[in-house]
Nanobody, 115 residues
Framework: QVQLVESGGGLVQAGGSLRLSCAASVSLFRLNAMGWYRQAPGKQRELVALSTRTGSTNYADFVKGRFTLSRDIAKNTVYLRMDSLKPEDTSVYYC?????????WGQGTQVTVSS
């Protein structure tokens, strides 16, 4: 069983920045992939950024150049640095960790960007 605990959401003005954190209960090397998804009201959950165990990262087109995913192996933690935030980035952000056969999710953290 893998537990993912998120923190760092909140309210920010357009153009501002936030950093989300996700602490895993296991070593990041036990996860094939780890990253972030988001889900806005009435919409499907969508990929934001996903990092593999080797460290390569894929970003959704709508966040490229604005969001950066990073990892702290010693702390079993991944971060999502979000810059140049837009009102359309308002969503609940979920941390994701996958071991292959199993998917794990955090509880979600709300990010609200005001115009």
């Amino acid at each position: 069983q893998v537990q993912l605990v998120e923190s760092g959401g909140g309210l920010v003005q357009a153009g501002g920045s936030l950093r989300l954190s996700c602490a895993a209960s296991v070593s990041l090397f036990r996860l094939n992939a780890m990253g972030w998804y988001r889900q806005a009201p009435g919409k499907q959950r969508e990929l934001v950024a996903l990092s593999t165990r080797t460290g390569s990262t894929n970003y959704a087109d709508f966040v490229k150049g604005r969001f950066t995913l990073s990892r702290d192996i010693a702390k079993n933690t991944v971060y999502l640095r979000m810059d140049s935030l837009k009102p359309e980035d308002t969503s609940v952000y979920y941390c994701y960790g996958g071991t292959g056969p199993f998917d794990y999710w955090g509880q979600g953290t709300q990010v609200t960007v005001s115009s």
